[in-house]
């Protein structure tokens, strides 16, 4: 059984320029409970107290600490903490099933918190689906009714509806089973149940919300791997919640690492694992395989190799262990190629280096 952290090839994120904003822009943002929560993040003596000492002076807690990121087209974006790190208020937050208590927050350049009742329907039918931990069928409908609620809502007719439905209920590898109750069905076709419905709206954002903590470690990576496969065809732009380190480096393209409410750091799975912002982040990834991680544009030697031919060229973004057999197979040294380029040259000393956690500090940022 493989064991491997690293993600399957997806679609290439669109950059975010000043002519093409992201999709969610967070600057700022505040969550916080309690008595006159407005308070806390405008003053800067409160703001800068620890959770421990907000609460024993204001009765307060802060949930989402001066939060600020953005989301890109058609990347998964995960969001990863422990138990009561803020994670989940946070993602709530983007569609305000929790209301911020301070801050920027936008959707396509669309001011959020400015948003009235109708518009936020709107956002939370069409534009962002979640998909939950619990998957919140209804036990008295079908698969296929299940799947085409969030169009009944939004009034498409019966017919309509049942199509669409049907064509997502395939996409999720549920077909024949569409006439079944929630309670005939495995946990983890039920999550894919929860995850075609979301589907079914064809919405710009999927948000999940630690949608698989509650199933078995085998189903679990099955519905991993089927977030990867729907990622891979459609490009379709998500946020992913959850505490478990494995599954946010299999599936992100970037990591938020979140504690006590604040990022803490925010990059690649490469750059965290590479080059962990502080010692919290560094214990967190202590264990973690780093050559089924790191790849060989950080561990190579930087600079052009003789010659124009590359015999067992490696592309910058393989990953470690795929480029310490090609290094077996050649009996040497070899070389990174981009668009034909020559970047540098990695052997056994260089792989082993960062095998060992001593190898060089990345040669470029991807």
């Known amino acids: 059984m493989s064991t491997t952290l690293s993600k399957q090839p997806a679609p290439e994120p669109e950059a975010v320029s000043g002519d093409t904003p992201p999709v969610f822009s967070v600057r700022g943002l505040w969550k916080v409970f309690g008595p006159k929560a407005e308070r806390i993040p405008g ?13 024993r002076e204001t009765g307060c807690t802060v949930a989402v600490r001066d939060v600020s990121f953005d989301v890109r087209k058609g990347e998964v974006f995960v969001v990863m903490g422990l138990s009561g790190s803020g994670k989940s208020t946070l993602v709530r937050c983007l569609t305000r099933l929790i209301e911020p ?25 069409h534009r962002a689906s979640m998909v939950f931990q ?19 809502i939004q009034g498409v007719g019966k017919l309509e509806r049942r199509a669409q439905a049907m064509k997502v209920i395939a996409k999720v590898g549920l077909d024949g089973m569409e006439h079944r109750r929630p309670n005939q069905l495995s946990g ?22 630690e949608p698989f903590s509650a199933l078995d470690p085998l189903i679990r990576r099955d519905m991993q791997e089927e977030v990867i496969r729907l990622h891979r065809e459609e490009g379709r732009t998500m ?15 970037r990591i938020a690492l979140m504690r006590d409410g604040a990022i ?4 690649t799975p490469e750059e965290i694992v590479a080059e962990p912002a502080d010692d919290y982040v560094r214990d967190f990834v202590r264990d973690v395989p780093r050559e089924q991680v ?10 052009a190799c003789e010659g124009t031919e590359h015999p067992g060229a490696l592309a910058p973004d393989t990953v470690v262990t795929t480029a310490i057999e090609a290094v077996a197979r050649t009996g040497g040294a070899v070389c990174v190629v981009e668009d034909g380029d020559c970047l540098g040259v990695v052997d056994h000393e260089n792989l082993l280096a960062v095998v060992a956690g001593i190898g060089p500090r990345r040669a470029a940022v991807s």
Not at 43 to 55: K, T
């Open 264 to 267: 803490v750091q925010l990059g």
């Open 43 to 55: 003053n800067a003596e409160l703001a800068a107290l620890s959770a421990e000492e907000l609460r």
């Open 239 to 253: 946020v992913f919640i959850t505490h478990d380190l494995n599954e946010a480096l299999k599936l992100g393209d």
């Open 101 to 125: 208590t301070s801050g920027e927050l936008e959707i396509d350049g669309e001011d959020v918190l400015a948003m009235d009742k109708a518009r936020l329907r709107e956002l939370r039918r």
């Open 134 to 152: 619990h998957f919140g069928l209804l036990p008295h409908r079908s698969v296929l009714d299940n799947v085409a609620y969030g169009l009944e």
């Open 188 to 209: 983890g076709q039920q999550q894919r149940v929860g995850l075609a419905r979301a589907l079914a709206v064809d919405p710009e954002v999927l948000l999940f919300d």
């Open 294 to 303: 790191i790849t060989v544009r950080t561990a190579m030697r930087a600079g």
